[in-house]
């Protein structure tokens, strides 16, 4: 029972870089989401999936996009890393409707951008 | 609208209790409570829908009272694995960028031998 998994836990990138963190869900999932938790700050939403091929923005999209092929998968990408995205990134899923469905979170992200 | 934890941080021996509450601006359809240990993933606890109807989990258990927009946590004779950092996440409605969770800036329990 893999659950949510995250691949890489840690990456150190440098200013304008790019990269794809990958978030893959194994449950059957319809609903995704994407995290940031910076310290002290809780956990801010930047995109959400309702089902493959559909994906919408959440509170803090600016900088990143998403695509959602299948039901498994959900990558986020950075295209031009700046310093304000030094984060921890959690992927999530739930079953339907995040409301009233508890949501799954892999073990997150660790991205410094330098 | 983030909703508001309190307190930000509390200090418990083992076997005293605690209270967590999350208050909101907006009406809510929905309270959520996650715990997250360092360096860890939030873990899921409860959700309380609009009814305020009182949950249990164990020793922890939860309450929501609609007319306040309010939600309290509450953890009976704590134990050394309930330390943590504790978020509520709500939702205003049922669907659409609504249904989203908000979660609020967390309140770190810290429970001591």
């Known amino acids: 029972n893999a659950g949510v998994t995250q691949t890489p836990k840690f990456r150190i990138l440098k200013i304008g870089q790019s990269m794809t963190l990958q978030c893959t869900q194994d449950m059957n999932h319809n609903y995704m989401y994407w995290y940031r938790q910076d310290p002290g700050m809780g956990l801010k939403l930047i995109y959400y999936s309702v089902g493959a091929g559909i994906t919408d923005k959440g509170e803090v999209p600016n900088g990143y996009n998403v695509s959602r092929s299948t039901t498994e998968d959900f990558p986020l990408r950075l295209e031009l890393a700046a310093p304000s995205q030094t984060s921890v990134y959690f992927c999530?899923?739930?079953?339907?409707?995040?409301?009233?469905?508890?949501?799954?979170f892999g073990d997150g992200t660790r991205l410094s951008i330098l | 609208q983030q909703p508001v934890q309190s307190p930000q941080a509390v200090i418990l021996r083992e076997g005293e209790d605690a209270v967590i509450n999350c208050s909101s601006s907006?009406?809510?359809?929905?309270v959520h409570w996650y715990r997250q240990k360092h360096g860890e993933a939030p873990v899921f606890l409860m959700i309380?829908?609009?009814?305020?109807e009182q949950k249990g989990h164990e020793k922890i258990s939860a309450s929501f009272n609609e007319k306040k927009q309010q939600s309290s946590l509450y953890l009976t004779a704590s134990q050394l694995s309930y330390s943590g950092t504790y978020f509520c996440g709500t939702a205003s409605n049922y669907g659409g960028s609504q249904g989203n969770l908000i979660f609020g800036k967390g309140t770190k329990l810290s429970v001591k031998p």
């Open positions: 907006k009406a809510l359809y929905s």
């Open positions: 999530a899923s739930s079953y339907l409707e995040g409301a009233n469905q508890p949501q799954h």
């Open positions: 309380l829908l609009k009814g305020g």
